[in-house]
């Protein structure tokens, strides 16, 4: 009987019950699938700041380094938020997660789903065939780069650095992707005026060579946030920095209508990390009103991570009945209207 140890941080906020409903439909799969789940549970963000005084206490980042994969909810609150003089904030316990265990892609696919076309701000027509993944370098770059105030604190600087490795890692996995998918790759970057962006075009011309198969072009990124609202059919795997890619997934994420169904992995080691794309949303905590669909898909994708990919397309087929039967959460919309354990209820059902 495979057996798998996960951690599970379920983080802030709605993180704790959207991740209820993921380990949920696990432990469905496990039974169809006579699985093994070992869940062992720790604090990230607020919450551990709240119990520790660090967003990532040192026993979760061991717990994490020793697991199969780790489960991620949400992490952040107000009180940090509101406060810019806090030296101790939630997201660096994310950051510093990525780096300790050498997570250096985010990959994140946006999709359309008839029923819901309605719930996108684009017309129907511009979101007809629309699938894309984003790989998104995740370590580098101008998050991670020198920073700091000089001029008695009146000039601020934070500094963008990329090096080769760093780019050739992240590249390589963007055509390894595409020729999975439908072979197209667009590198997304400012060449025209940054010189650490050159460097991204010229690696990825090298490797391209290596990869002919793939039809690779180039875009600005200031076109290519144009242009995922004019015609976003037209990606199937983008690659970019740190920050254009922070910038693009989020805006790329309004396209499908709600927060609440884009799921996404953070690789780079053999130890994997799926989260929700959406944010905690405090404000919803406790009130069963969450979409749980992005935390299960994302669970879908750690299953693919361990090799399960049968057991992944039961919860991506028992997800998409679900929402073509008319249910789901407030955020949808839906004919009929559940609430988050029992939307998981019913996914869950759809996989056993």
């Not at 991740?19 to 006579?34: R, S």
């Not at 489960?71 to 003089?85: E, K, Q, T, V, Y």
């Not at 370098?137 to 963008?160: M, P, Q, S, V």
């Amino acid at each position: 009987m495979p057996q798998f140890k996960l951690a599970v941080l379920p983080g802030d906020g709605i993180g704790p019950e959207v991740i209820a409903e993921a380990t949920k439909v696990l432990d469905a799969i496990a039974g169809k699938y006579g699985h093994t789940f070992d869940y062992t549970y720790a604090p990230v963000g607020a919450v551990a700041i709240d119990q520790t005084g660090e967003p990532l206490p040192e026993d979760t980042l061991a717990l994490c380094k020793k697991s199969d994969a780790l489960l991620f909810g949400a992490i952040g609150h107000p009180r940090f938020d509101n406060d810019p003089s806090a030296k101790v904030r939630p997201e660096q316990g994310l950051l510093k997660l990525r780096k300790e265990l050498g997570l250096y892609a985010n990959l994140r696919p946006v999709a359309s789903y008839a029923e819901l076309a309605d719930l996108s701000p684009l017309r129907p027509e511009r979101m007809k065939g629309v699938n894309m993944l984003i790989v998104r370098e995740l370590t580098g770059g101008i998050y991670f780069g020198e920073k700091g105030r000089k001029d008695n604190g009146n000039t601020a600087y934070d500094t963008c650095t990329y090096s080769r490795h760093e780019i050739e890692r992240i590249v390589k996995m963007g055509f390894v992707e595409a020729r999975a998918r439908r072979g197209k790759l667009t590198l997304v970057d400012k060449a025209n005026v940054m010189e650490s962006s050159r460097l991204w075009r010229e690696v990825t011309r090298e490797l391209a060579e290596e990869n002919t198969d793939v039809d690779l072009n180039f875009m600005f990124v200031d076109n290519a946030a144009m242009q995922l609202i004019l015609h976003p059919a037209q990606f199937d795997v983008i690659v970019t920095s740190n920050m254009f890619g922070d910038i693009l997934s989020d805006a790329s994420s309004v396209l499908a209508g709600s927060l609440g169904l884009l799921p996404s992995s953070s690789i780079g080691s053999t130890v994997g990390m799926f989260e929700p794309i959406h944010g905690s949303w405090p404000e919803g905590a406790g009130q069963d009103r969450a979409n749980p669909v992005a935390a299960i898909l994302s669970a879908a994708m750690l299953l693919d991570h361990l090799d399960l990919r049968d057991e992944a397309a039961d919860v991506r087929r028992a997800v998409n009945e679900a929402l073509a039967a008319g249910v789901g959460t407030e955020d949808l919309r839906p004919r009929e209207q559940l609430g988050t354990a029992a939307f998981g209820d019913r996914i869950a059902k759809g996989v056993a």
